[in-house]
């Protein structure tokens, strides 16, 4: 499998690293996988690692990927930072975004793995996401 992932409990994250073709079956393989960890808990947050991978996936099988990512999300996982930098792999990656927020599921696209770490981080290890507090 060209995917890969670890779970930090004490880093509340989800890693995910992609390498060389990805596809339909892979994201499955990983969703599954992440879905059978006994680690999977509340208060985790997601990076997929995409720097060295190249999708080769429809959209047709990217919003499919999206609702079995529902299922993470009900178990609660939190924010998602996705990181690509070739062209396709950002424009795949930018569109599993728009199908995904439309299931409310939070993913954000990075080219910089710097910069999604930052975006993970906010609002601290115990806080909630600072977009999901509601003034009085």
Known sequence: MPISYTISRDHRLIKAYATGITRAPDLHQLLDAILADPELGPGLRGLYD??????DITVLELADIAGKARQLIKRGLGRIAIVAESPNTYRVATIFSVLARAMSIEVD???????????????????PDSENLVAP
Not at 50 to 55: C, I
Not at 109 to 127: C, I, N, T, Y
């Open 50 to 55: 995409a720097r060295f991978a190249e999708p």
């Open 109 to 127: 696209v990075f080219k910089d793995l710097s910069a999604a770490e930052a975006r993970l981080d906010e609002g601290g290890p115990d806080q």
